[in-house]
Structure formats: structure tokens, C-alpha cells
């Protein structure tokens, strides 16, 4: 981070925040660093938070629904190139008793008018991933923090970008991970977090989805998911998998990602879909396919832990995301969300997590749960929308760091040339520059 940057966050309300953050009791060190973290990440409280919305198809309108339910913040402009879905966004916001907001949609650039013509304090993007970049660029460059659905980038260039231009406009960007809000996810990082599975060496995620009929649609995902399966052999949406795992890691605070391997099944789900859906002549019959059904990488972190992440959405199967952390003394696993701990419970069978979430329950769950339920992905995309506005308005760091958006998101390309070169080693950027060494672990946080 430039001085610039340190100096303008420490004197833009920083202060206010010092010690926000909660220290680890009786650790001198731990409360430093934390202190020195709020004066690097935090922003300039916010009373109000007026958002610009960009890309309002399905994920997105789940969002816009959310920040109506949500204290403090308002939609004041809203942007689609289609225009249907900018009205439906202000028939939302005028029912939610709110003003109407301005509306932008007059092509695939004009979020750059939004961003340059609105007094916005953050824009948030929902667009397909090739736009994630573009917009937060546009965002920044013109006084806004900014926030995307993930992955936040899809190349090392993009994260880079986005990683300076943070730092140069000293504004907020952030990755929208709501898997690291999902209850087992922050159950399991609760437990790490007490200990209870001893010294973490191990971790795995994913994003094992079946998204043939999805990715074949005439609308939503339809009209751009499938493209990428065209043009990239690696694993195009690593971060469900990372998050989660990369907190109870303490990735880019005490940890990183080192080095990475990968290595792609060969490409026939999406071809045999066509061929089971689609007539004999029908153009999908014709089109071709490079992504691997099935893309394995594997991470080595500097600290010499290991991090296997996979990619699954062409082929029949089950949901899952892993979600798995081991250590010393014992693991949880996701799908079905199970644990083991030596010493607790019968040797060698699973515990069924639900069974222990009154005892292990992380506290936000347990505090926002309520508020969350009917909202999207479980709840989890309620409480993660509500993190962002309270960190804002209360002048917080994020729950993720730029670095975090980077590195996560790095991945794709990461694997991509790891997968080109016959599961080659390639180095991962440290986004931080060091700095990972002395950021300290993400904190228990609350409402
Ligand atoms: N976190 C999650 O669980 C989750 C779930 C689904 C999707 N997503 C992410 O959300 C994003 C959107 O996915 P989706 O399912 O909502 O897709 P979608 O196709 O339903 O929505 C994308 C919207 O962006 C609009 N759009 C496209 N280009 C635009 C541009 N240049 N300017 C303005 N608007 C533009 C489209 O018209 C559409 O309304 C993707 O990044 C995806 O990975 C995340």
C-alpha cells in the first residue's frame, strides 16, 4: 500500500475504529496488529450508503431485494442493458418506500456514466464475469468503492489492476463471497478458530454444481456461462471453494497462497447435453468445448499447508462445495456437513454437524438468523449484504480485503496455465507484498 493510501485511511475516520476490531484477549501483539489493520483497510464511516446497482438479473435482484430490507443504505441508481430489469429494480425500491432511482440503460457501457454522473458511495456489481473488472475499475476511478459478485477477476492482469487501483484511489473493493457466510462454513471457522481440530493442515472446496440445462438456456446464465466453457480449460469459479477455507487458513493474514497445480478431466458433458437435448442440425450440436468436466488444482501455502479446489458444473451429480478443513486433533467436512474430533464422540464415526450447532453455532448466525431466513442461498446472501452496509456505516474494514478478491480469484488463471503446461507449478502473485505477514486473522465478527 502507498503511504498515500496508509495516510488517508489513517486520517479518514480510522481512528474511530481502532480497536472495533476484536483483539485477541491479553495479546499485545494480536491488539497492535489488529490496530494497524483498521488504519490500513477501514474507510470514512458512512450514515447513509447510497449504492449504484449494476447488472440486475437473477443474482442480482436477490441483492437489491436484500439492501431493501437492510438499514442505512438506499439504491439510488440502478443499470441493465435490459431495460426490463431496471424497471422491475425501481418497482422494488418505489414499493419498498423509497424514490424512484435514476436509471442507466443505454448499452453495455453506461455503468461508466452512472459511475461518473451519480453521487454514489458504493457500486455493486452483479454482471456477467467478463464486466466485473471493467466496472469496479470505473467505479473506483471515480470516488466509489466498489463490490462484485464473484469471481471478483478472471485474469492475473485484471487482479492486478484492481489490487492498484484500490490502493491508488484508496477505496474499498470487494468480493461478494457468500459461501463464507453459509452456517456450516462459519460454524466450521468458529471451531478452527477455538482450536478444536488442532493445528489446520489440510483444506478443500469446490463448486460441484450441474449446470447443463443452465448453461444451454436462451436467458440469464444461458446467454454468456456457456461461452467461457468455450474458451477456458482450468476452473473458471474458484472462490465458493477458496472462501471459506481460506479464512479458517488465515490466507493474506499470516498465510498465502505459494504455488499452485492443476489439471482438467477431458471435455464431453456439455457435447453429450447437446446431443440429448438438441435435434439433429440444431446449432448447440456444433459448438465446441474446451473447459474439462472435471478441473482439480492444488495449492501450497507458504506456511506449507494444502488447499485442493475443484470445478464440476458438466457433468450429472449432486451439489457441493466441500468444504473441508483438517488439522491435528481432527476435521469438519461439508455435503453432508459432518465433523470428527479425537477424543469426542465414538473413534472412527462422523458427528452430523447440525447435532452441534446450539454449542458451535458461529455467533453472527446465531444473532442474524432470523432476519436471513427466505433470503437467497439459504440466508447466506442476506448476511453477507448486511455486513458490507454495517462495515461502511460503522467505518469497519471489510470482511475481505482487495487482496482477498486477488488472490481467490487468481486462481483462474492460475489453473488455466498450470493445466496448459501439464499441471506445471505456477507461482501465485503475493497481491499484499509482504503484508500478509503481519495482517492478523479475520476476527470473530457480529451483527
Ligand atoms: N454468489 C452466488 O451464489 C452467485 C449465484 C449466481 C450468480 N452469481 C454471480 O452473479 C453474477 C451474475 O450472475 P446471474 O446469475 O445473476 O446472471 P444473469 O445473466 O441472470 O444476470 C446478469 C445481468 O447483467 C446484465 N448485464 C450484462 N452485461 C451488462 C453490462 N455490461 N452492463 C449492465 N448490465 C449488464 C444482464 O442483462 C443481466 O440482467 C455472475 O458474476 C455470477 O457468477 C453468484
Not at 472462490?239 to 464431453?268: E, K, Q
Not at 437435448?277 to 459448438?287: D, I, L, T, V, W
Amino acid at each position: 500500500m502507498s503511504t498515500s493510501r496508509r495516510d488517508f485511511l489513517k486520517t479518514a475516520g480510522a481512528a474511530a475504529v481502532a480497536g472495533a476490531v476484536a483483539a485477541r484477549a491479553g495479546d499485545d501483539a494480536s491488539a497492535d496488529a489488529q490496530a494497524e489493520y483498521s488504519a490500513q483497510f477501514a474507510a470514512a464511516k458512512i450514515e447513509m450508503v447510497r449504492i449504484g446497482f449494476v447488472g440486475i438479473g437473477l443474482q442480482g435482484g436477490g441483492h437489491v431485494q436484500n439492501f431493501l430490507k437492510i438499514p442505512g443504505c438506499r439504491i439510488t441508481a440502478v443499470c441493465d442493458i435490459r431495460e426490463e430489469r431496471t424497471t422491475w429494480a425501481t418497482d422494488q425500491i418505489v414499493k419498498a418506500g423509497h424514490p424512484a432511482p435514476k436509471a442507466y440503460t443505454l448499452g453495455p457501457r453506461d455503468f461508466e456514466r452512472l459511475c461518473e454522473t451519480e453521487d454514489l458511495d458504493l457500486v455493486f456489481t452483479a454482471t456477467p464475469w467478463e464486466w466485473h473488472v471493467p466496472v469496479m475499475l470505473s467505479a473506483m476511478k471515480h470516488g466509489k468503492h466498489a463490490a462484485t459478485e464473484v469471481p471478483a477477476a478472471m485474469t492475473l492482469e485484471d487482479c492486478w489492476a484492481i489490487v492498484e487501483t484500490a490502493e491508488k484511489q484508496r477505496k474499498h473493493c470487494l468480493m461478494m463471497e457468500n459461501c463464507n457466510y453459509d452456517w456450516p462454513a462459519m460454524m466450521a471457522f468458529n471451531m478452527v478458530r477455538q482450536g478444536l481440530f488442532g493445528e489446520l493442515l489440510h483444506a478443500e472446496g469446490g463448486y460441484l454444481h450441474d449446470l447443463r440445462g443452465i448453461k444451454f438456456e436462451n436467458r440469464n446464465e444461458g446467454l454468456w456461462r456457456r461461452a467461457w466453457s468455450q474458451k477456458l480449460n482450468g476452473n473458471p469459479y474458484p472462490t465458493h471453494g477458496l472462501g471459506p477455507v481460506a479464512n479458517c487458513l488465515d490466507i493474506n493474514r499470516g498465510d498465502r497462497f505459494d504455488y499452485l497445480v492443476s489439471m482438467s478431466s477431458n471435455s464431453r458433458g456439455l457435447q453429450e447435453w447437446a446431443v440429448d437435448h438438441f435435434p439433429e442440425g440444431a446449432p448447440q450440436r456444433q459448438e465446441k468445448f474446451v473447459l474439462g468436466d472435471v478441473n482439480t488444482s492444488l495449492i501450497k501455502t507458504a506456511r506449507g499447508r494444502t488447499i485442493m479446489v475443484q470445478h464440476c458444473t458438466n457433468l450429472p451429480r449432486p451439489y457441493s462445495r466441500i468444504n473441508l478443513v483438517q488439522g491435528t486433533k481432527g476435521l469438519f467436512s461439508g455435503y453432508p456437513h459432518r465433523l470428527y474430533i479425537e477424543g469426542r464422540g465414538r473413534a472412527d464415526q462422523w458427528v452430523d454437524a447440525a447435532t452441534l450447532r446450539s454449542e458451535f453455532e458461529h455467533p453472527l448466525w446465531k444473532e442474524i438468523a432470523a432476519q436471513a431466513e427466505g433470503a437467497g442461498h439459504g440466508g447466506m446472501d442476506f448476511i453477507e449484504d448486511y455486513r458490507l452496509i454495517k462495515c461502511l456505516r460503522e467505518g469497519l474494514p471489510l470482511d475481505m480485503t482487495v487482496y482477498d478478491a486477488a488472490a481467490l480469484s487468481a486462481v483462474v488463471d492460475l489453473s488455466v496455465r498450470s493445466v496448459a503446461n501439464s499441471g506445471q507449478p505456477v507461482a501465485v502473485p503475493d497481491f499484499t507484498r509482504g503484508r500478509w505477514k503481519s495482517t492478523p486473522p479475520l476476527p470473530i465478527v457480529h451483527m
